[in-house]
């Protein structure tokens, strides 16, 4: 991949030293978690989806979770210390952190906002985020990305 074919991700993870893989696949805004993943020759555990919320105090949070959980926004708010916390709407996406939907990656963001990941990255050889653009994942180690996007590892999925 020439330089100026990377995301922003890859930039980032770039001048911190983090090793990655990059992968491309059609870019159908239309296809689901579970279909990436089964593009990219993967199990939906491995792939993970980043979403973004507005906390009760006003203060946003980034969460990290495998593409076929759902967020669990009880927990996400436990996890937080706040007393309830709601998705952000699509439209605030883009202007809030620099991407678009189905191409949210927790690193490189316009501003670092609070960051959790589902434990069970951590249990995981290598997980896959989006890379900033539809149609681009990248793979890592899951110390990489914790460390790349400083989060926080904790249970966040609903059950």
Request: net charge neutral.
């Given at each position: 991949?020439?330089?100026n074919d990377?995301t922003n991700?890859m930039r ?5 030293k983090?090793k990655y893989e990059?992968h491309s696949?059609?870019?159908d ?10 593009t990219?020759g993967?199990?939906p ?14 203060q946003?949070?980034v ?11 009880k927990?996400a ?7 309830s916390i709601a998705?952000i709407?699509?439209k605030?996406l883009?202007p809030?952190?620099g991407?678009v ?6 690193v490189?963001m316009k501003?670092?906002f609070?960051?959790?990941?589902h434990?069970?990255a ?5 997980i ?5 653009k539809?149609?681009f ?7 990489d990305l914790?460390k790349?996007?400083?989060c926080k590892?904790?249970?966040i999925?609903a059950?």
């Amino acid at each position: 991949m020439k330089n100026n074919d990377k995301t922003n991700v890859m930039r980032v993870l770039d001048s911190k030293k983090i090793k990655y893989e990059s992968h491309s696949y059609d870019p159908d805004p239309t296809k689901t978690g579970e279909e990436i993943a089964a593009t990219l020759g993967e199990v939906p555990e491995r792939v993970f989806k980043t979403l973004v919320t507005e906390g009760k105090t006003g203060q946003h949070y980034v969460f990290v979770v495998p593409v076929k959980a759902e967020l669990d926004l009880k927990k996400a708010a436990k996890a937080a210390g706040e007393k309830s916390i709601a998705m952000i709407k699509q439209k605030d996406l883009l202007p809030l952190t620099g991407y678009v939907h189905g191409g949210c990656s927790p690193v490189g963001m316009k501003k670092h906002f609070p960051t959790f990941i589902h434990e069970t990255a951590v249990t995981l050889e290598k997980i896959y985020v989006s890379a900033g653009k539809v149609g681009f994942q990248i793979e890592l180690l899951p110390e990489d990305l914790i460390k790349a996007a400083d989060c926080k590892v904790a249970d966040i999925a609903a059950e």
